[in-house]
Nanobody, 115 residues
Framework: QVQVVESGGGLVQAGGSLRLSCKASGSISGFYTTAWYRQVPGKQREYIADISSNGITKYDDSAEDRFTISRDIAENTVYLQMNNLKPEDTGVYYC?????????WGQGTQVTVSQ
């Protein structure tokens, strides 16, 4: 199994920044992708960005130029740097680890952006 744990959420004013972390543990091997999603109440979980084990990154158009995904291979940790946050960025942010055998989600971390 692979487990992922998110951290780094919190309350921030509009225009501020946060860096979310997603730490993976367990049977990590081969090719895999780690992705970030956001969910707000009453809506489906939305894809933000992902990074694969070969280093290739992808972003949803909504990420614009404000979000950056990166990783620390040695720490098995993927980061989501979020800048110039807006109230509409408020939600629960989830990390997802996808590899051949596993598709694992974390419990999420709450991000709240105030006016």
């Amino acid at each position: 199994q692979v487990q992922v744990v998110e951290s780094g959420g919190g309350l921030v004013q509009a225009g501020g920044s946060l860096r979310l972390s997603c730490k993976a543990s367990g049977s990590i091997s081969g090719f895999y992708t780690t992705a970030w999603y956001r969910q707000v109440p009453g809506k489906q979980r939305e894809y933000i960005a992902d990074i694969s084990s070969n280093g290739i990154t992808k972003y949803d158009d909504s990420a614009e130029d404000r979000f950056t995904i990166s990783r620390d291979i040695a720490e098995n940790t993927v980061y989501l740097q979020m800048n110039n946050l807006k109230p509409e960025d408020t939600g629960v942010y989830y990390c997802r680890h996808i590899q051949y055998q596993y598709d694992s989600w974390g419990q999420g971390t709450q991000v709240t952006v105030s006016q």
